[in-house]
């Protein structure tokens, strides 16, 4: 049959089986928003109120959900909007499809109204990207976003349509979508990484998001108990490997537990799995566990190497390889090493401020309160680091935050996409730094009416940026006590939500058990000091060795 290339566009986002796009209209992609319209019953389109707030949504619901997520955007600024959002899926290898529309193919060059060559801006930023000039290739082109985006390691895709193609009429043949199979190849390298297992006596797993994007926890837990290894998993990795198993030791890295830096520093062998040896966990990288041999497994061949050498590296899908090493492997008899690491870990207590209103508190009491399998969402700094250390995970897609990029003003969008992806209560926690970013949004999720509970770790500063800045920059405040006016609870009550105020830790308890138990948008303005610090820390480019596990006195 014959349709029009917007409907195409459409018929083909609803044969990958998503019932859900993002995005904000405009001239160029008013013929898509008219075939959205056509399909309403079939595809549900958010109108948020900024596009990167789409983008940040569709991102966070492709989280949430393991699915591609879709948000669509006019040319020019609307196309220019979604680039931090597509550089954040990019960043944490998120499956997205950004479909923007372009001016007509014979405006092309002219410096036309809305003219923006958004693929040549986002080629840095995405995993591949097409301009559509013939309406013919467009089925096709869609379908192939689709595959590229979610096969292999996942990652962004825009599609740019000029306003011609899109009107078009074309031939259209449905088509299912294409298999993606998993990559492993049973080759030299697994025999060898296998061989290094044997070898050890302490080893260690260190996990990320890679596990998350291929299912891989059941076999990550029983690799974990045959070879009596301790697992670390990083930020991207959250709730891959259960924060309630025995072997589980916490988070590495900058922010990460005493312990685990302790126990990286004595492990023989360093098996890491679909992470990427980041400069937020190596530190210096050529010091990165000198004591210890490397196995690393990632389906990105680009990864092998790239950051810390390793003694053997395994292009695989991490899930594969684990189920293929499993039965190769021997019951290891090194129960002293687990113990120690275990006992470690016990000893370690994440400590909580000694002021009025402590985070870790407030983090502690919001995993207690409400569903237990609720969504986590964050933006980007202190607040981010105390959840992901403070937060007990046990299962994945839980934690939703921008870790690559460190985008402030994730949060918010990201929440909308999660809660509706889940179907479940979502937290976001977020600092009065990056809510002035996007509180814009909260207008999109009172409009939808969801479940959605803000607590913003209000300080009037940046709080991370400050704590650099008195840790490494001599006490030189720039542009970091923003001290806004703003009163959140007035905020939320003027954008459609209930606000609270929460000042006195005695008050915890109360606060989060009377926002959980109202369905809607809640914001809860959570009084902490600026001073508040985000510890353990290792400083940037130290190593594991160099922890500071306690506030340093300054003069």
């Known amino acids: 049959m014959k349709l029009k290339g917007a409907q195409i566009i459409v018929k083909c986002i609803e044969e990958q089986g998503i019932d859900t796009v993002y995005g904000y209209p405009g001239g160029s992609v008013l013929d898509i928003f008219d075939a959205l319209y056509e399909e309403k019953d079939k595809l549900t389109q958010i109108l948020t109120c900024h596009e990167q707030g789409a983008s940040h949504a569709a991102d966070g619901w492709a989280r949430a959900t393991g699915k591609t997520g879709v948000v669509i955007a006019t040319s020019g600024p609307g196309a220019t909007n979604l680039v931090t959002g597509i550089a954040t899926a990019y960043m944490d290898s998120v499956p ?9 193919r014979s405006m092309l060059g002219r410096d036309s109204f809305q003219e923006v060559d958004i693929t040549g801006i986002t080629i ?3 995993k591949h990207n097409f301009m559509v000039k013939d309406p013919e290739e467009l089925a096709d082109t869609i379908r192939k976003a689709f595959f590229i985006a979610g096969t292999g390691r996942p990652g962004p895709v825009l599609v740019d349509v000029p306003k011609d193609v899109q009107q078009a009429l074309v031939d259209y043949e449905p088509a299912k979508p294409a298999p993606r199979k998993a990559y492993f190849s049973d080759n030299e390298y697994v025999r060898r990484a296998v061989e290094l297992i044997e070898e050890s006596e302490r080893p260690v797993l260190y996990v990320g998001g890679g596990c998350i994007t291929s299912g891989a926890g059941d076999a990550l837990a029983a690799f974990s108990e045959k070879i009596n290894a301790p697992v670390t998993v990083t930020a991207m990795g959250l709730g891959c490997f259960p924060a309630s198993h025995p072997n589980y030791i916490g988070m590495p890295g900058m922010h990460g537990r005493d312990n685990v830096a302790k126990t990286m520093l004595e492990a023989d ?5 679909g992470c990427r040896f980041d400069d937020r966990v190596a530190g210096d990288r050529k010091r990165f566990c000198p004591q210890a041999k490397k196995i690393h497994i990632d389906i990105d061949l680009a990864e092998l190497g790239k950051n810390v ?3 053997v590296g395994v292009m695989a899908d991490a899930r594969l390889a684990l189920e ?10 090194n129960k002293a090493w687990i113990d120690r690491c275990r006992e470690r870990r016990d000893r370690d207590v994440l400590l909580g401020s000694d002021g009025k209103l402590c985070p870790i508190r407030i983090i502690k009491a919001v995993q207690r309160a409400g569903d237990p399998d609720k ?6 700094g202190q607040h981010q680091m105390w959840v992901a250390q403070a937060y007990d995970f046990d299962k994945p897609r839980k934690f939703i935050s921008s870790c690559g990029l460190g985008t402030m003003g994730y949060g918010m969008g990201a929440a909308i996409g999660a809660c509706m992806g889940s179907g479940k209560q979502t937290v976001l926690f977020t600092g009065d730094g990056s809510f002035h970013m996007n509180f814009n949004e909260l207008v999109t999720a009172a409009k939808l009416d969801l479940d959605i509970t803000v607590f913003v770790m209000n300080n009037h500063t940046l709080g991370m940026v400050r704590q650099w800045q008195t840790l490494f920059y001599h006490r030189h405040y720039s542009s970091t006590d923003i001290n806004y006016p703003t009163d959140f609870v007035k905020l939320a009550e003027a954008l459609g939500a209930k606000g609270y ?16 138990s109202e369905r809607g948008v809640k914001v809860i303005d959570c009084k902490i000091d600026k001073d508040e610090f985000v510890l353990p820390m290792i400083p940037p480019g130290k190593n594991f060795e160099d922890i500071l596990t306690k506030k340093p006195v300054i003069d």
């Open 96 to 104: 997205l499809v950004a479909i923007t529309g372009n001016v007509g």
């Open 124 to 126: 840095p930023v995405t």
């Open 269 to 273: 062998l360093v098996i890491a799995v």
């Open 309 to 311: 050498t390793p003694d």
């Open 324 to 333: 293929a090493m499993l039965p190769r492997v021997s019951q290891k008899k």
């Open 375 to 380: 969504i986590v969402a964050t933006d980007v």
């Open 501 to 516: 105020r929460l000042e006195r830790n005695e008050d915890i308890e109360s606060v989060i058990e009377k926002a959980f």
